[in-house]
């Protein structure tokens, strides 16, 4: 089964921080534009402004220089808006008149006309001033400066919204976001909650309730023609063992009655029997491994089991067989370990184990089986000191009508099927089966599922 | 003469049942369908062998509906369906014996007979089972040979009580290995034999030739020959 992990809507999160970040970008880079605008057309005005400033002080300059210029400055001055800078020296740099105490040292004077080219911007007390500085003929500094704080206050005040909007529309994007997510993960919460029951052998899992006309209801129409093409094609398989079962049973029956009636070939009649018995076995090995290949996972059949005393019994029964071959038997058995079986499948898988470890053996080799509890579940392990399994099939022996070579040559009768149903009933019981590394022998662990009852 | 109702749709597989009914001294009456097989099994049969597959349903299924009309006699279920889980069903819901087709005529035969036995064997409640000079003590679970006490597994005792309780008829491994070991499928190799041997070793070395061997079908647990 899979292992759950909290559901974390990572990809609808991720769309839905795309979204909001797309349209918080889109938004800004318009906001952005506006506000390039805003600035030229404010910068244009502070220039308008300055060149209506300039020709006005170009007229007085033309009537009557240098006094005319005084006199409107000082004029200017005592009005004092703290708008503008205005200052004029003589030659000397003795302040004429004017706003400033002296020349700002930042400030060259450039040109001697009244005219509003080559403008500069300059920063002074903090704030930004736009105007010209000129050397009038005769040498005296002129500057004439309108500060721009109320257009950067302007723009700063902008500025601020648009931060202000920024974020409104980032949170907005990360709560529609969440919200989105969380109704998507909603929905695909109960498909995964279905394909996990459907995983862990519940065939017949469907979602109630009716279909949302939507993608996501889509979806699940989908998912659920496609669990009752599933369930249709496992309920065949079971038909198909059935039918196979009683169609060829049949006529083997037949042929075994027909056997009976044969007279004066006793030997050859028990030959045949016994040929017989071994062909129904295999029959009845491939019907048990597929039955049990088709019940896996599903908790149907399964009812509480004592391992523990199944191992003990089936053991029982066994060792004497061993003890005749001379082999060293030694079981270990905690009591009481349950786990949800079926004590027939259980006892066949060991029935099948404990025989090839004895066929396999030789005489003064040793046979341990263990049962004991982990904090996984528990554990079954058979360990026998006998030839092992060759290299060539540690990975297909648990596959059907494998066989070592050797055993063929060695005469060891079988079909190949012991381990494959040995595999089939432990997948049927959810169990594991891992083949440790050893130097010598079989072993062989089972890790059996607890049973978890309900409190 | 008890008759035996054979409720079966396959005429081979009627035939040969209806060929060992009249082995055993009874009389077969053979019907092919659930619906006929139901309307008989009232009447007075010591023994009913069912099968599962048939035109009208399934026999199993129908042991209920048996009873309920009042049909008395001992159920054999004799089926293809022969994996351990069909035997453990059927016998869940009402079977007293399951025998997987295909099957031997000679475990057929043990099973009928231990069948027709049961019908008229009384209770088994009292004691000391005695066979000539062996005896089973049931409380106490032991087991003496001309007196002598004779030591036995758990398992070999419950072997030995099975034995008496069919005792002078043929038991087959696989009887042995379901009513004993209460296992249901074939293990293929012949466990059942090396512990036979055990007990029959054991009995043999007090004095006691109780179980025999029946060629190519079981054993027979017969003190009454030697008694």
Same mark, same amino acid.
Request: with cysteine.
């Given at each position: 089964m899979t292992q759950h992990r909290p559901l974390a809507a990572r990809a609808t999160l991720r769309l839905a921080a795309l979204m909001a970040l797309a349209i918080a970008a889109l938004s800004l880079a318009a906001m952005g534009l506006q506000y390039r605008l805003v600035q030229a057309r404010m910068m244009q005005a502070s220039q308008v402004l300055l060149t209506a400033d300039l020709n006005g002080f170009a007229a007085l300059y033309e009537q009557r220089r240098i006094i005319a210029l005084r006199q409107a400055i000082d004029y200017r001055t005592t009005a004092g808006t703290g708008g503008e800078m205005l200052l004029l020296q003589d030659r000397n740099g003795v302040v004429l008149a004017g706003t400033e105490a002296a020349w700002p040292a930042e400030i060259i004077a450039q040109g001697d006309g009244f005219s509003p080219d080559q403008a500069i911007e300059f920063t002074t007390g903090g704030s930004r001033w736009l105007g010209v500085a000129r050397t009038l003929p005769g040498g005296f500094p002129l500057l004439i400066a309108h500060s721009l704080a109320p257009l950067d206050a302007t723009l700063a005040s902008l500025r601020r919204g648009m931060m202000a909007l920024g974020a409104v529309l980032a949170l907005a994007g990360a709560a529609v976001g969440w919200l989105a997510a969380r109704g998507v993960m909603a929905r695909i919460g109960r498909i995964n909650t279905l394909a996990d029951r459907v995983a862990a052998g519940d065939l017949a899992a469907r979602l109630p309730g009716p279909r949302s006309a939507d993608e996501f209801g889509l979806l699940e129409t989908h998912v659920h023609a496609m669990l009752d093409r599933i369930e249709n094609l496992n309920r065949a398989t079971h038909r198909l063992s059935d039918t196979i079962a009683h169609e060829l049973r049949t006529p083997l029956n037949r042929i075994m009655q027909k056997l009976a009636r044969i007279e004066g070939q006793p030997d050859l009649a028990a030959e045949l029997k016994t040929e017989m018995r071994s062909a129904i076995r295999v029959f009845d090995s491939l019907l048990d491994i597929s039955r049990a290949e088709a019940d896996? %996972? &599903? /908790? /149907?059949? #399964?009812v509480p089991v004592d391992l523990s005393a199944v191992v003990a019994e089936v053991w029982d029964l066994y060792e004497p067989l061993g003890e005749d071959k001379a082999l060293h038997c030694t079981l270990t058995v905690v009591p009481d370990l349950q786990v949800l079986g079926d004590r027939n499948l259980i006892a066949q898988l060991l029935s099948n184990l404990l025989d090839n470890a004895i066929k396999y053996c030789a005489a003064g080799d040793s046979l341990q089986l263990d049962l004991y509890a982990t904090g996984d579940g528990h554990v079954l392990r058979i360990a026998d000191t %006998?030839?092992?399994?060759?290299d060539s099939l540690? #990975? &297909?022996?648990?596959?059907?009508f494998v066989r070592a070579d050797r055993d063929k040559d060695r005469g060891?009768? %079988?079909? %190949? #099927?012991g381990l494959a149903l040995v595999s089939a009933i432990a997948a049927r019981h959810g169990a594991k089966l891992q083949l440790p590394m050893v130097e010598k022998g079989f072993v062989l662990e089972i890790l059996w599922p607890k049973l978890v009852l309900d409190p | 003469m008890d008759r035996i109702l054979i409720v079966e749709d396959d005429p081979e597989t009627a035939a040969a049942v209806a060929a060992e009914v009249r082995g055993l001294g009874c009389m077969p009456v053979v019907m092919e369908t659930l619906a006929a097989g139901l309307a008989a099994s009232t009447e007075d049969f010591p023994v009913i062998v069912l099968d599962r597959m048939l035109p009208g349903g399934d026999g199993v299924d129908a042991i209920a509906r048996m009873r309920a009309a009042g049909a008395s006699g001992l159920i054999l279920v004799l089926s293809a369906l022969g994996r351990a889980a069909n035997r453990v069903e059927g016998l869940e819901k009402g079977a007293d014996d399951y025998l997987p087709k295909p099957f031997e005529p000679e475990e057929l035969r043990a099973r009928l007979r231990a069948l027709l036995r049961r019908g008229t064997m009384q209770v088994l409640d009292n004691d000391l089972l005695a066979f000539g000079a062996l005896e089973i003590r049931m409380k106490a679970r032991t087991v003496h040979v001309n007196r002598a006490h004779v030591a036995v597994s758990p398992k070999e005792f419950e072997l030995i009580t099975y034995f008496a309780r069919n005792a002078g008829q043929v038991v087959t491994r696989m009887q042995l290995l379901e009513n =004993?070991?209460?296992?249901?499928?074939?293990?293929?190799?012949? =466990?059942v034999d090396v512990h036979v041997g055990r007990l029959r070793r054991k009995l043999e070395d007090a004095g006691s030739t109780a179980i025999q061997t029946a060629r190519g079908e079981g054993y027979v647990f017969a003190p009454l020959a030697q008694a």
């Amino acid at each position: 089964m899979t292992q759950h992990r909290p559901l974390a809507a990572r990809a609808t999160l991720r769309l839905a921080a795309l979204m909001a970040l797309a349209i918080a970008a889109l938004s800004l880079a318009a906001m952005g534009l506006q506000y390039r605008l805003v600035q030229a057309r404010m910068m244009q005005a502070s220039q308008v402004l300055l060149t209506a400033d300039l020709n006005g002080f170009a007229a007085l300059y033309e009537q009557r220089r240098i006094i005319a210029l005084r006199q409107a400055i000082d004029y200017r001055t005592t009005a004092g808006t703290g708008g503008e800078m205005l200052l004029l020296q003589d030659r000397n740099g003795v302040v004429l008149a004017g706003t400033e105490a002296a020349w700002p040292a930042e400030i060259i004077a450039q040109g001697d006309g009244f005219s509003p080219d080559q403008a500069i911007e300059f920063t002074t007390g903090g704030s930004r001033w736009l105007g010209v500085a000129r050397t009038l003929p005769g040498g005296f500094p002129l500057l004439i400066a309108h500060s721009l704080a109320p257009l950067d206050a302007t723009l700063a005040s902008l500025r601020r919204g648009m931060m202000a909007l920024g974020a409104v529309l980032a949170l907005a994007g990360a709560a529609v976001g969440w919200l989105a997510a969380r109704g998507v993960m909603a929905r695909i919460g109960r498909i995964n909650t279905l394909a996990d029951r459907v995983a862990a052998g519940d065939l017949a899992a469907r979602l109630p309730g009716p279909r949302s006309a939507d993608e996501f209801g889509l979806l699940e129409t989908h998912v659920h023609a496609m669990l009752d093409r599933i369930e249709n094609l496992n309920r065949a398989t079971h038909r198909l063992s059935d039918t196979i079962a009683h169609e060829l049973r049949t006529p083997l029956n037949r042929i075994m009655q027909k056997l009976a009636r044969i007279e004066g070939q006793p030997d050859l009649a028990a030959e045949l029997k016994t040929e017989m018995r071994s062909a129904i076995r295999v029959f009845d090995s491939l019907l048990d491994i597929s039955r049990a290949e088709a019940d896996q %996972g &599903s /908790g /149907g059949g #399964l009812v509480p089991v004592d391992l523990s005393a199944v191992v003990a019994e089936v053991w029982d029964l066994y060792e004497p067989l061993g003890e005749d071959k001379a082999l060293h038997c030694t079981l270990t058995v905690v009591p009481d370990l349950q786990v949800l079986g079926d004590r027939n499948l259980i006892a066949q898988l060991l029935s099948n184990l404990l025989d090839n470890a004895i066929k396999y053996c030789a005489a003064g080799d040793s046979l341990q089986l263990d049962l004991y509890a982990t904090g996984d579940g528990h554990v079954l392990r058979i360990a026998d000191t %006998g030839p092992g399994l060759p290299d060539s099939l540690k #990975l &297909s022996a648990f596959d059907r009508f494998v066989r070592a070579d050797r055993d063929k040559d060695r005469g060891i009768k %079988g079909h %190949g #099927l012991g381990l494959a149903l040995v595999s089939a009933i432990a997948a049927r019981h959810g169990a594991k089966l891992q083949l440790p590394m050893v130097e010598k022998g079989f072993v062989l662990e089972i890790l059996w599922p607890k049973l978890v009852l309900d409190p | 003469m008890d008759r035996i109702l054979i409720v079966e749709d396959d005429p081979e597989t009627a035939a040969a049942v209806a060929a060992e009914v009249r082995g055993l001294g009874c009389m077969p009456v053979v019907m092919e369908t659930l619906a006929a097989g139901l309307a008989a099994s009232t009447e007075d049969f010591p023994v009913i062998v069912l099968d599962r597959m048939l035109p009208g349903g399934d026999g199993v299924d129908a042991i209920a509906r048996m009873r309920a009309a009042g049909a008395s006699g001992l159920i054999l279920v004799l089926s293809a369906l022969g994996r351990a889980a069909n035997r453990v069903e059927g016998l869940e819901k009402g079977a007293d014996d399951y025998l997987p087709k295909p099957f031997e005529p000679e475990e057929l035969r043990a099973r009928l007979r231990a069948l027709l036995r049961r019908g008229t064997m009384q209770v088994l409640d009292n004691d000391l089972l005695a066979f000539g000079a062996l005896e089973i003590r049931m409380k106490a679970r032991t087991v003496h040979v001309n007196r002598a006490h004779v030591a036995v597994s758990p398992k070999e005792f419950e072997l030995i009580t099975y034995f008496a309780r069919n005792a002078g008829q043929v038991v087959t491994r696989m009887q042995l290995l379901e009513n =004993v070991w209460n296992l249901h499928f074939d293990p293929g190799t012949n =466990v059942v034999d090396v512990h036979v041997g055990r007990l029959r070793r054991k009995l043999e070395d007090a004095g006691s030739t109780a179980i025999q061997t029946a060629r190519g079908e079981g054993y027979v647990f017969a003190p009454l020959a030697q008694a």
